[in-house]
């Protein structure tokens, strides 16, 4: 149990991580007639948001591959999963989101920003700060894109081809109750990818209206989402894993 067990505390730390980088500010937007923050504020929760959640991607999928090996080569379990393999992954895991967060959040605070400079958002969101931006943003409109299928499209697969691997064997279980006791172990982990990827895939993978009326509507699911997301899932995630630990 070691190897999920040290996934599980990389997850409930970038967890705090997030819900801290945004939550106290957003609670302080609202008690109080403050509504501004620093620029160098604003990339720091930037940077914060964007890399936890990378990282929560990329962990997500390598505990997907746990799974895998768990249940379709127990045998093995301990000889591919050893200390140095998974502590290896997690810590591929951070350095991959942190540097997908610092590419991302160098390429906004590089452009210029002109206007009132009122981010339409409840934090300093990537997307709602590229809307304030004076100049050209395809650069990072293409960065984002490449972004996304790095960190959502690919994990993605990885974990849909795992869980594929995963219920054939299950399946081959001759007895119901060995059946039941394999899937178990891999409730908490699908509940909480589904919960997850679902609301952050329909925030960041779903097409752009055109419409103004339409947009304005965007926003309000973005914001919505966003905070979902950002404080629901990290929630969930703890009362989940509890259930089966």
Sequence with gaps: HQPMYLFLGNLSFLDICYTTSSVPLILDSFLTPRKAIPFSA????????FSMGATECVLLGVMAFD???AICNPLRYLEIMSKSAYLLMAAGAWVAGS????VQTSLAMQLPFCGDNIVNHF???ILAVLKLACADISINVISMAVANVIFLGIPVLFISFSYVFIIATILRIPSAEG?????????????VVVVFYGTILFMYGKPKSKDP???????????LTSLFYGVVTPMLNPVVYRMKT
């Design 42 to 49: 604003c990339a720091g929760q930037m940077f914060l948001s």
């Design 179 to 191: 059946r039941r006791k394999a899937l178990s172990t891999c409730s908490a982990h699908l509940t």
């Design 99 to 102: 540097t997908t967060a610092m």
């Design 123 to 125: 934090t300093c969101e």
């Design 67 to 69: 799974r895998y090996v």
């Design 213 to 223: 009326q339409g947009a304005d509507k965007e926003d309000l699911s973005d914001k």
